[in-house]
């Protein structure tokens, strides 16, 4: 591997972290502002002007707080499992283009890789459940794998008939295939199908059954405190950028502006974060008006209409991809 | 008093007394043996409602009074049935298998008055930890000691009177 | 009917892999100190045992050593939510056992104060019951117009909670100048606003879906348990306190009981949401209708209160937000009362829980829960 290779993967895999982290942190205080916008409240608004500095407030609290390590708890499982839930979370942006040559990995199997790397969330989910020895956290840790599992289906089949459209399973390429028409016209169904169940596999409301806050006191991050909370906290609000991310990447574009009005070289990030903004809101937006479903109503709604909508997509695709109506 | 002189002639035996509370609602006394009978027979011409059961000390004429008090939501009427017990031997059938009302209502009577209700599937403190000596709603209970719940090497609750007043 | 069978380890042997899960004193949904005993076969709950009196302040004992005025002050503290509805349950007690007449203006001025109470107390029950579920906005509709109708009874009686407003024979305080204007303007919001949140909740399919055919009380079961209020009308007992055994100012009001037949959470909830709005119309025809006159009898204002010594006995009944609240009054014509029972609603409709929650998940538990409205002050006393 060459010295700039090097440099450049290092470097890359740095500022990765460093703007998920930062967009993480970010989004807990347009978090707030929204939910208090949505329930006709003000929101943060003591710190600092409009309310700004409150994520700084609450980095330096979760930094400060003691940290507590339950005395039975099962120790090495404990301290690792937050850090394995974080890591997959930033690492599955690595293959998503932010703008033209902007991403980080640039493999033929992209988008494999990133679903390969979202497969590893739900393990440490179990390993805080479990290693926590709280019966609580047990019971979170048990359905955010049951969800984690049983929603990868629908959501694979989704993407499945993104790469038939694009004929390739790299991202860049899916992004470049989409330069005269971006694939949620042709792929409605899949669309809606993808985004409840990433949302599913993600685990905020409606679908936050892992951590049910008024069932299960907080779920799998239960016994957790201070900075290994601040880590799940992030890992919440970084896998929400990355439903968003992902879905601008597989059907609105990626980095392309609408009608051809690209913006050249490095800035056309600009765009990608204003669609993956957009999503983003829209993701808030269910969050916060929509009560939680029942884990068995849960995967009812998987198996009885998610995975049977996303064949009958991926039939619909194959045929459209075969007839040459879409090249 | 068209109830009462049916539940009379049901269970003739075992009523004390029949007459009215100060506000007209109609009253039986009964002895302790006969109360489930009465208490069935009460449900089946439609009391079906058991709305209270108020225990009351009498240390004066060493009693403990149990009143019952049912209403009839059909027809509207209201019926009250007492039953008194001795205050050292403070027993009485339950009606729980005739009103499931009553499972929470006697343990709470048990629990601060000290009546044992025979037949009670579950005759144990409702109130009140399951340490706790004695029974507060009695006229003889000890106010001034002072009486308080910790937690023992195990988890349990543990009562435990003031260090000062010994126990 | 077949005996009653609580359930002991010993009985089930075959449930060696079953959990025992506390779903404890602390808990974010369990409304105050509950501690449920949870039996979880995985994720299906087979036997719940509550265990309470976490809240126990000995109330009853309390009575038989405070005087009968005082004792007012006190009894609102038992169900912190429906503060108005204890005192009127205890003031009654002792009105109809002394021989007190309250004055018409009282009577009707009590009314209102309990209608409004109730609309705040339903209010809460909603805000509540939506943050459990999950709607996370519920929770801050419910309680914006429960601020304003405690600022108008604040107006009224001079503090938010435990207004220890109300006397033998009649109330505290005559009504603030401005009072019938504001209330009016109160009812007006409290309608368009229950509308908006009956929308936000019912038109969510998956609040139906989290509600409908959950903890479903057949009306027998009902009846048999001593559940009362709302949750018994849900299941079909077309019956309310109100309007059959009329108290206060209720006989000259007109207005309509709901009931529905399902007894399923999503019936709970209707019937609430639509008692809201009886009680609006309840407020309106009040105020219409308010005698002039004085607000206390003669010779029972202030310290003359202390010269109430009933004697004899009388079980005075009062229809809460929660169900039926008995004041069982034995008095011996002493200054302190002889013996104080408190029959509270929720001790019974929280005695029906383990029947409610036989074989359903972790989720309905909490549904249920939510659904029977259950306050500790009122259960532990």
Known sequence: MSATRLIWYVAGSLGLLLIVTGIGGVFTYVFRKLFADFGQRLGPNRVGPYGVLQLVADGIKLFTKEDIVPARAERRGFLLAPYLTFIPAVLAFSPIPFGRGLLLIDVRVGLILIFAITALAPLGELMAGWASNNKYSMIGGLRAAAMDVSYEIPLLISALAVILLAGSTSTAQIVEKQAHLWYFLPQILGLFVFLVTIIGKVGVLPFDLPEAESELVTGYTTEYSGMRFAFFYLTVFANVFFIAAITVMLYFGGWLGPFGLNLPGPLSFIWFFAKAGLLVFVVFWIWNSLPRVRIDQFLNINWKLLFPLSLVNLVLTALLVLTGVIH | MSILTDLQERSPAGV???????????????????????????????????????????????????????????????????????????????????????????????????????????????????????????????????????????????????????? | MAAYQPYTLEAHPEQSDWITLNMGPQHPSTHGVLRLILQLDGEMVRQVEPVIGYLHRSMEKMAENVRYPHFIIECDRADYMANYHYEAAYVRAVEEVAGIAPTPRAQFIRTICLEFDRIQSHLVWLGTYGLDLGALNAFWYGFREREKILDLLQELTGVRMHPNYFRFGGIKADLTPDFERKALALCDLVERKADEYEDFLSRSDTFVMRTQGVGPMPREMAIDWGVTGPNARASGLDFDLRRDEPYFAYGELDFEVPVRTEGDCYARYVVRMEEVRQSVRLIRQALDQLPQGPIIPAGLEKGYQFLVHPTGEHYAHVEEPRGEIGIYLVGDGSTFPYRVKMRSPCFQNLSVLPELMRDCLIADCVAINGSLDLVMGCVDR
């Open chain 2, 16 to 167: 004390l007394q029949v007459g009215a509370l100060d506000d007209g609602k109609p009253l039986m006394r009964v002895a302790p043996q006969a109360l489930p009978q009465i208490a069935g027979a009460a449900k089946e011409l439609g009391f079906a409602h058991l709305a209270c059961i108020t225990g009351v000390d009498y240390p004066d004429e060493h009693e403990i009074e149990v009143i019952y008090n049912l209403y009839n939501y059909d027809q509207r009427e209201n019926l009250v049935l007492k039953a008194r017990t001795s205050r050292d031997e403070a027993r009485l059938p339950s009606v729980s298998g005739v009103w499931r009302a009553a499972l929470f209502l006697e343990r709470e009577t048990y629990d601060l008055l000290g009546v044992r209700f025979e037949g009670h599937p579950d005759l144990k403190r409702i109130l009140l930890p399951e340490p706790w000596v004695g029974h507060p709603l009695r006229k003889d209970y000890e106010m001034n000691r002072q009486q308080f719940v910790s937690k023992g090497p195990q988890g349990e609750d543990v009562v435990s009177f003031d260090p000062q007043e010994g126990w």
